[in-house]
């Protein structure tokens, strides 16, 4: 299965950011649907997980301010990001474990 991630940009510490990652087919078979994100000369970490009936998990530095949610009709997983901070600059992607599937990824920069 191919994903496509969007919506990311440069935004003010603070500010608001809405990524979206649509499949190339359903995703409806799948539990489990990540994001992570890999900040420049770092690893690539995870940043939330979302499955079906609204389970969700976070990492520490994000829960609170992002929310992962699905649209299995849409194929789509958006993580909704507010209260950016400058540390959360990195390039996002989803990842569907089942299928060691990465998304392209897009870019989030947050300014100070």
């Known amino acids: 299965v191919q994903l496509q991630a969007s919506g990311g940009g440069l935004v003010q510490a603070g500010g608001s950011l809405r990524l979206s990652c649509v499949a190339s087919?359903?995703?409806?078979?799948?539990?489990?649907i990540d994001w992570h994100r890999q900040a420049p000369g770092k690893q690539r970490e995870f940043v939330a997980f979302?499955?079906?009936?609204?389970?969700?998990h976070y990492a520490d530095s994000v829960k609170g301010r992002f929310t992962i949610s699905r649209d299995d009709a849409k194929n789509t997983v958006y993580l909704q990001m507010d209260s950016l901070k400058p540390e959360d600059t990195g390039t996002y992607y989803c990842?569907?474990?089942?299928?060691?599937?990465w998304g392209q990824g897009t870019l989030v920069t947050v300014s100070s």
């Open positions: 979302g499955g079906p009936g609204g389970n969700t």
């Open positions: 990842y569907i474990p089942r299928v060691n599937s």
């Open positions: 087919r359903s995703i409806s078979i799948f539990r489990q």
